[in-house]
Nanobody, 123 residues
Framework: EVRLVESGGGSVQTGGSLRLSCTAS????????MGWYRQAPGNECESVAT???????SYADPVKGRFTLSLNNVKNTVYLQMNSLKPEDTAVYYC?????????????????WGQGTQVTVSS
């Protein structure tokens, strides 16, 4: 059974840091394409960072230079290191994975999603 479990969310002040983790079971990240996504109240889901299992991750413009996606193959865990956090980063963060294509917010049924973890940044 494919399963994704996120952790690491919390509340921080502006300028703080958090590291989110997404641990997979039932498959390995290096055989999938995956990403981190977020959804703030009243807003649509948006892509934060995506990764194909090799090469360089891609980042959304609002988080470039502040967020870093990394993969630990031994632990089968993907991390999202978030630095210089801003109030506009407040959202529920999800990791998602799919086989053969990069997960998209607009097509949630074509990927596996975790349960989400809340990130709150106060000013």
């Amino acid at each position: 059974e494919v399963r994704l479990v996120e952790s690491g969310g919390g509340s921080v002040q502006t300028g703080g840091s958090l590291r989110l983790s997404c641990t997979a079971s039932g498959f390995t990240f290096d055989e999938s394409k995956m990403g981190w996504y977020r959804q703030a109240p009243g807003n649509e889901c948006e892509s934060v960072a995506t990764f194909s299992g090799s090469g360089t991750p891609s980042y959304a413009d609002p988080v470039k230079g502040r967020f870093t996606l990394s993969l630990n193959n031994v632990k089968n865990t993907v991390y999202l290191q978030m630095n210089s956090l801003k109030p506009e980063d407040t959202a529920v963060y999800y990791c998602a994975a799919a086989f053969g294509w990069t997960p998209r917010c607009a097509e949630p049924d074509r990927a596996y999603w975790g349960q989400g973890t809340q990130v709150t940044v106060s000013s």
